[in-house]
Each structure stands twice: as structure tokens, then as C-alpha cells.
């Protein structure tokens, strides 16, 4: 309608109205008939490429859901048109946690998730969303694009037909909401919590009860005590549904979920199809996608923290160092048999700990020393 309204304004002809209105209206070409003198000899523009995409997200839902509809426009945008997107939320094309499959299949060419819901599918797909005490966002993306991460990847989805890719990331993630001091793993036991994935196997190793809930159930769970503590985002997405006013205590680091990276998946079969050029637009949009929705978590947890704390007078929390260094011992027995289930996981597995290693002796020195040093 803009663009109609902008050439309506600029007092140009009707056959431009018109071509305008055909181009818009993705109409059939038979039917775009400019009301005025023939136009000009223009090469025939090809009809856009029109893909679906389907996510794990409710439509819209701030941080993922935008992050996906930001991919979607980028590739809009980047390739002139050419490819346009339709981004279905959970449910609207299929379930949530059925996108794996539609893509695979070709009901969509796109999904937009995160890998560590096709663990019943792959274990080793875990590895590529968020490992407790694993990477951190850069250091993912860093494993993913120069590492050899992305190769592993693309093998454990090539079997599904899907080719892969790292579309955002939330940063490191809060520990959780509490109604209860932390003050050792004591206070861990008997705790029901909404946490999922292998940060949830740790929690029950701790002699604690995970629950896997949607984000939907959350708030009413934590209020009505049909839950003790939870898990969510961080600031940002917790700030949204209310969870200040269901518990006290509000606590980090987020041990379980360090980086966590989001991903979007591509249907083999219809990549294959684009000219190299777009190929090219649809993987660089990715990198795009990954990148902002990081910058867009950082930004608004910023504000949403001080929010929590200084206007619903949150009691910010670190879990002591004691019960750290427990869930660590604890996640690193988890994670290691995860990885002994199949060669695939193990491949995975040990890449991902030679890269960890490495990263944390030049974090160390460059990262770390230097956050430390500002807070001094
Ligand atoms: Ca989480």
C-alpha cells in the first residue's frame, strides 16, 4: 500500500499504478494489463520464489520469533525480491516440534528452531544449541564458522535432507527463579523445576526433579507452587511473562544454557534448486539473522535487568561457587554419555570439548582478564 500511495503522491501515470499494484499482489501476469501505453521493452522478471517457513516459536514471540521474521525479511530484502518468506508460528502450519519433519519432507522450505528438541532424532544434534558448560556465544559461532562445528552439523542433518545453519543466539542465559536461597546442592534436592535438556539431566542427578512446560505454562506452574523454581530466557523474555511475580529470588549464571544457539534449517532439495547467487543471499542473510538477534538479546536484557531490579525490587543472586563447581562435575559425566550413544554424538562430542579447551586458555587471557578488569 506504501508504495502505492507514494506514486499516487509523485502524481506518476496509471500504468505505473497499475504495475505497481500487479507486483505487489503477486497477481498472475495475464492479469497485470498497465491501463496506459505500452511500457517500455523490459526483460521478463521471473515470479518470486515463494518459500514457508515454519517455527518452533509462537508468531511474533519477542527475541526467537522476531529473530525469525528478521530472516525471513532479510532474504526478501537481499535478494531484490526474488525469494520471498511467509514465516508460520508453532501451530499455524504445523506443531511446534513438527517443523523438523515438514521440512524434511518439503512442506516448507525453512524452519526456524532450536537443535536440541531433535535429540530423540539425534543425539548429537544437542550439541549445536546449548551444552551446560559449554560455549559461550562467540565461542559457538566460532567453533560453527572456523572450527569444524558447521561440517558436523551439516553431516547430522544431511541424513534428513536439511542443510543446517546458526540463525541467533541468546547470549548466556539467567539460572533460574527460586523461591529459596541456593546456598549448596542441599538446596537443590527435592526441587521441582522447569528446566529441559541436558541441563534438566543435571538438575535430577542433584537429586532434583526437572520439568519440561512450555513457555505458556510457566508462570501459572511457578504460581499456583505445581512448580518450585524455573528457567526461562533471560531478562528480556522472563521481564515478559511475569515471572518476578511468582518468585523471589533470581539467580546466575545460567550454567545450563551458556549461548544457546538458535537455528533455521534448510530443505537440501530446494536450496539445490536456487542459482549460486541466492544461494549465496540465503546463507550470508543467515549470518546476518545469527548476528543481530544476539545484539537484540544483549540490548534489551541491559534494560530489562535494571528494570527487575530497580522497579519489581528483584533479589538478584550468584549461585556460590560450591554449587557451580558440583552441577559442573555432575554436567560433565552427563554430557560425556550423551556423547558415548553413538559415533556420531562421540565425533561431535570431541570436537566440541577440543575446541572448549581451547577457547578457555585464550579466553583466559583475553575475554575473561579483560570483563575482570572492568569490574575491578
Ligand atoms: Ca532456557
Not at 56 to 76: D, H, R, S, V, Y
Not at 314 to 319: G, S
Amino acid at each position: 500500500m506504501k508504495r502505492r500511495e507514494i506514486v499516487k503522491v509523485l502524481g506518476l501515470g496509471a500504468a505505473a499504478v497499475g504495475l505497481a499494484a500487479c507486483t505487489e499482489e503477486k497477481a498472475p501476469v495475464a492479469d497485470c494489463k498497465p491501463e496506459a501505453a505500452p511500457a517500455p521493452a523490459m526483460p521478463e522478471k521471473p515470479a518470486p520464489i515463494e518459500w514457508k517457513m515454519v517455527t518452533t516459536w509462537p508468531k511474533n514471540f519477542p527475541g526467537l520469533g522476531t529473530g525469525a521474521n528478521k530472516l525471513a525479511e532479510l532474504i526478501g530484502e537481499m535478494s531484490g525480491g526474488r525469494i520471498t518468506v511467509k514465516v508460520y508460528g508453532a501451530k499455524e502450519l504445523v506443531g511446534a516440534l513438527e517443523i523438523f519433519d515438514a521440512v524434511s519432507r518439503g512442506t516448507a522450505e525453512l524452519g526456524h528452531g532450536a537443535s536440541y528438541y531433535w535429540k530423540g532424532k539425534s543425539t548429537a544434534a544437542q550439541f549445536f544449541a546449548a551444552v551446560p558448560f559449554g560455549l559461550t556465544a562467540q565461542e559457538m559461532n566460532s567453533w560453527l564458522y572456523h572450527g569444524g562445528g558447521m561440517e558436523l552439523w551439516e553431516e547430522v542433518y544431511a541424513e534428513f535432507g536439511l542443510i543446517p545453519g546458526a540463525a541467533g543466539n541468546t547470549g548466556v542465559q539467567m539460572g533460574g527463579w527460586f523461591n529459596r536461597e541456593i546456598n549448596s546442592v542441599e538446596d537443590l534436592k527435592g526441587l521441582k523445576m522447569r528446566i529441559p535438556g541436558l541441563g534438566g539431566e543435571v538438575l535430577k542427578r542433584a537429586g532434583g526433579t526437572p520439568v519440561l512446560l512450555p513457555g505458556g505454562e510457566i508462570f501459572p506452574s511457578l504460581q499456583s507452587g505445581a512448580i518450585d523454581a524455573t528457567e526461562w530466557v533471560g531478562p528480556y523474555n522472563d521481564l515478559a511473562f511475569g515471572l518476578h511475580k511468582a518468585a523471589k529470588y533470581y539467580y546466575y549464571p545460567g550454567w545450563h544454557e551458556p549461548g544457546t544457539t538458535l537455528e533455521t534449517f534448510i530443505n537440501k532439495e530446494a536450496f539445490e534448486k536456487l542459482p549460486a547467487d541466492l544461494q549465496s543471499i540465503v546463507r550470508n542473510a543467515i549470518r546476518v539473522a545469527n548476528q543481530d538477534m544476539l545484539a537484540d538479546f544483549t540490548a534489551k536484557n541491559n534494560h530489562a535487568l535494571e528494570q527487575l531490579v530497580n522497579e519489581h525490587n528483584v533479589e538478584l543472586r550468584k549461585f556460590p561457587d560450591e554449587v557451580l563447581i558440583q552441577m559442573k562435575d555432575l554436567s560433565d559425566q552427563v554430557v560425556a554419555e550423551e556423547a558415548a550413544k553413538d559415533p556420531m554424538s562421540k565425533k561431535v562430542f570431541d570436537s566440541f570439548v577440543k575446541f572448549r579447551d581451547q577457547a578457555k586458555k585464550w579466553h583466559a587471557v583475553s575475554e575473561q582478564a579483560y570483563l575482570n578488569a572492568r569490574s575491578l
